[in-house]
């Protein structure tokens, strides 16, 4: 990964084929999985008439997504009184549809100016900052995906199946802080 910098107002990197392959690869898989979510979303006359979307009223069955759209009301994990369970629901039907359409709009600036055969990438700060967010929501899917927490080492023996996608974890973390060490500068 080359390093980004900063011309003017402009962040700037080159990237290679396989970085820009791997980075368009994996959050597109994230775009069309929150588009999937998108279409889950009840459709009713009033939202139809009124203009304002509902989202389903439950959270992700998959891990991963469940990790993106978390929840917007935590419930007591051992007894949830009704009332908190139809207030999590309310909230969530509320909610989501604004978060999914954040999620899916940063995604889609990414993969807009991350060019398919790599090279260079000139990104305004609101580019930049959808970038981050970007690079973020894969971090957690990867995250989610691989069991990461604070105790796992950097390098996983190599009979761990999750061995291989490891190192795109943290090259991911370096392309995040690379970009918000450029910005800041």
Same mark, same amino acid.
């Given at each position: $990964? ?6 003017g107002?402009?962040?700037v990197?080159?990237m290679?084929?396989?970085e820009?392959?791997?980075l *368009? ?5 994230i775009n069309d $999985?929150l !588009?999937a *979510?998108?279409?889950e979303?009840?459709?009713?006359e009033?939202?139809e008439?009124?203009?304002i979307?509902?989202g389903?009223?439950?959270?992700? =069955? ?5 990790r ?7 419930? =007591?994990?051992d007894? /949830?009184?009704k009332? &908190? $369970?139809d207030?999590?629901a ?5 909610h989501? /549809? ?7 709009g940063v995604a889609?600036v ?15 700060l609101d580019?930049?900052?959808?970038w981050?967010?970007a690079l973020?929501?894969v971090?957690?899917a990867l995250?989610?995906a691989?069991?990461?927490?604070? =105790? $796992?080492p950097d390098e996983?023996? &190599? ?5 291989? !996608?490891?190192?795109?974890? !943290?090259?991911?973390t ?6 918000v !060490?450029?910005?800041s500068s």
């Open positions: $990964m080359n390093p980004w910098r900063k011309e107002d402009v962040l990197t080159e290679e084929r396989q820009a392959a791997v *368009r690869g994996l959050v597109g898989q $999985m !588009h *979510r998108a279409e979303a009840p459709k009713d009033l939202s008439l009124t203009g979307r509902t389903p009223a439950t959270s992700p =069955d998959d891990p991963i997504l469940s993106l759209l978390p929840d917007f009301h935590r419930l =007591d994990a007894q /949830p009184s009332e &908190d $369970m207030s999590a309310a909230l969530r039907s509320l989501e /549809p604004e978060l999914l359409d954040a999620k899916t889609e990414l993969l807009d100016t991350c060019p398919p055969g790599g090279g260079e990438v000139r990104l305004n580019q930049a900052d959808a981050l967010s973020n929501d971090r957690l995250g989610t691989l069991d990461i927490d604070d =105790d $796992m996983l023996p &190599d009979d761990d199946p999750r061995a291989d !996608h490891l190192p795109v974890y !943290h090259w991911l370096v392309v995040q802080e690379e970009l !060490h450029a910005i």
